[in-house]
């Protein structure tokens, strides 16, 4: 028998050796990971806490078995429901608990009513009665699956519609029993699906409309931000080596681009919450998105605003400074207007001064309008020309955008019934901040409108 060789001894040596340090390393990455889980979104402590909390008031539940003696092994179902509705935020929760219950009871009704016309039709009629049923329900359920109305909100009861018609309807128990099964599983998703409801909605509730209204006015602060600082980055006679790393506000907006499909998730979702703050129940998410539409447009065009950014030595200093100052003032003035437009949102408020900075951006687009059909490039390369030329174009496009952002805000603070912003500072204290050579006393007005 051959003995191990040296090299081979050495190897599971320094593997043996070698293995404590590669485990705590591992564990420190994993500990990273789920420490940069919670830091994103402390929310998602506090509901992994409820569903953990709901499944314990479940299993205390089951122990109370003579005042439940009815739902013996069923109680899972009320297990199997709280893991499957109780989602991040209430509006996910009541959509999927409600046609939980909603399907379960279609569903079973039917399943019933089916199994009681194949039993009737005797035992050999029963198997082929009992295919036909199955097959029909569900291949008409499955194709409406296909209907993009109903997928969006719908999906999620029409699988269980067909799961629970199949289990109803091939069981083999008698009709009796059968209707005995199928009210003690109905009451035990009845019953987790309301513990979840209630849980998702009493314990630091998540309002994903609430996140929804959040991120519009985020996104067109962002856009705000690049155009702002876009003509100050875009005409300085400076190397754009280090400009990007430097200024995060220059590749923020790149989030937007892809917030299309969270967009409308939320915004299907949001219609299920009820009334909660200032969003009322029928509150108008539609215009959301169409105002989310309308950013993502306007994003796009910056991203390509931003590709002539990053290479602005491609063209001269002299032959940009001759569009410096319209262009400037369209990107500075629509900034402003979508800044504006973005604190009114996220304050919930109506105003007209988005106008005034849209009015002023569209009559410097005239100006560089104006400036353009005078050829300001006469004797210049055309090759330096191209670049100059484009992103004055594309500015003109985005004063379109921007005005086209600030009607769909308008359009939402009146379907929604923002307040003026005028009535936001009624009532407000002002404390005035005290000279070094008072008395120390401080003086509390009160200012009403």
């Not at 040596?13 to 564990?27: C, F, I, N």
């Not at 909660?276 to 447009?297: A, C, D, E, V």
């Not at 923002?418 to 006393?441: A, K, M, N, W």
């Amino acid at each position: 028998m051959a003995l191990p060789s040296a090299e081979h001894m050495t190897g599971c040596t320094h593997a043996t050796l070698t293995l404590p340090g590669k485990s705590w390393a591992k564990l420190v990455k994993v500990k990273s990971i789920v420490k940069k889980i919670g830091q994103d979104d402390p929310r998602r402590i506090i509901h992994s806490f409820k569903v953990g909390f709901a499944l314990v008031l479940i299993s205390i539940l089951q122990h109370f078995r003579p005042s439940f003696y009815g739902f013996g092994d069923n109680i899972i179902w009320a297990v199997l429901t709280v893991v499957l509705v109780l989602e991040f935020s209430v509006g996910a929760t009541l959509g999927k608990g409600l046609n939980r219950m909603l399907a379960t009871a279609l569903a079973g009704a039917l399943g019933l009513v089916t199994h009681r016309l194949a039993t009737l039709s005797g035992k050999k009629g029963k198997l082929v009665l009992s295919s036909i049923f199955v097959f029909v329900i569900a291949e008409t359920v499955t194709f409406m699956r296909f209907s993009p109305w109903l997928k969006a909100r719908y999906d999620y009861g029409l699988l269980i519609f067909i799961l629970t018609f199949c289990l109803v309807s091939l069981d083999y128990n008698t009709d009796s029993e059968l209707l005995e099964i199928a009210q003690e599983r109905l009451l035990t998703i009845i019953i987790g699906s309301c513990l979840s409801i209630v849980i998702c909605i009493c314990i630091c509730p998540v309002w994903v409309g609430k996140d929804l209204h959040n991120q519009i006015a985020a996104n067109i602060q962002k856009v705000a931000d690049f155009l702002e600082g876009f003509g100050d980055e875009y005409f300085n006679n400076s190397d754009k080596t280090e400009a990007g790393d430097a200024k995060p506000f220059l590749h923020i907006y790149k989030s937007i681009l892809s917030s299309k499909s969270s967009e409308e998730t939320m915004a299907i979702l949001a219609r299920w919450e009820p009334c909660h703050g200032r969003f009322r129940f029928r509150h108008p998410w539609k215009q959301y998105l169409k105002i989310g539409n309308l950013t993502r447009s306007c994003a796009y065009k910056i991203e390509t605003l931003s590709v002539y950014l990053f290479n602005s030595q491609q063209t001269p200093y002299e032959l940009r400074s001759r569009i410096q100052e319209t262009c400037t003032n369209i990107s500075l003035e629509s900034g402003k207007a979508l800044k504006e437009a973005s604190l009114l949102v996220k304050n919930m408020a109506k105003s007209s001064r988005p106008n005034l900075y849209v009015t002023n951006a569209k009559n410097a687009a005239e100006s560089l309008k104006s400036v353009l059909r005078t050829n300001p490039w006469e004797e210049a390369n055309h090759l330096e020309i191209i670049p100059a030329a484009t992103v004055a174009s594309l500015l003109i496009d985005v004063v379109i955008c921007i005005e086209n952002i600030c009607e769909a805000v308008e359009e939402l603070a009146s379907l929604a019934n923002f307040v003026p912003s005028e009535l936001l500072h009624r009532g407000t204290t002002v404390q005035p901040i005290c000279d070094e050579h008072d008395d120390g006393s401080v003086h509390v007005i009160t200012v009403n409108e």
